[in-house]
Nanobody, 116 residues
Framework: QVQLVESGGGLVQPGGSLRLSCAAS????????MGWYRQAPGKQRELVAE???????NYADPVKGRFTISRDNAKSAVYLQMNNLKPEDTAVYYC??????????WGQGTQVTVSS
């Protein structure tokens, strides 16, 4: 069964913004560090941002100051606000939880394309 559902991707011009959402089970969300990852064509999947159960955040250098990760346990959701998007941000974006990554589980992801 599907345990992670990403949404909110799309086509946007450089400098634009998008907000990605990740729906997860309440148990998974409340018990795990959650992260956003991305994979560009011809590249390996990489960590973009993560947030612990206590709200601590960590960002990859290329997105610092532009992206914001947040979580809402009551809504069983994790978000990624992306501002000032650049063409280099183009990728399929995935969310995941520690326990699911350990089991090799990944959702379908959502495509983000930044182009003029």
């Amino acid at each position: 069964q599907v345990q992670l559902v990403e949404s909110g991707g799309g086509l946007v011009q450089p400098g634009g913004s998008l907000r990605l959402s990740c729906a997860a089970s309440g148990r998974v969300l409340s018990s795990n560090t959650m992260g956003w990852y991305r994979q560009a064509p011809g590249k390996q999947r990489e960590l973009v941002a993560e947030i612990t159960t206590g709200g601590r955040v960590n960002y990859a250098d290329p997105v610092k100051g532009r992206f914001t990760i947040s979580r809402d346990n009551a809504k069983s959701a994790v978000y990624l606000q992306m501002n000032n998007l650049k063409p280099e941000d183009t990728a399929v974006y995935y969310c995941n939880a520690f326990v699911l990554r350990a089991r090799g589980y990944w959702g379908q992801g959502t495509q983000v394309t930044v182009s003029s």
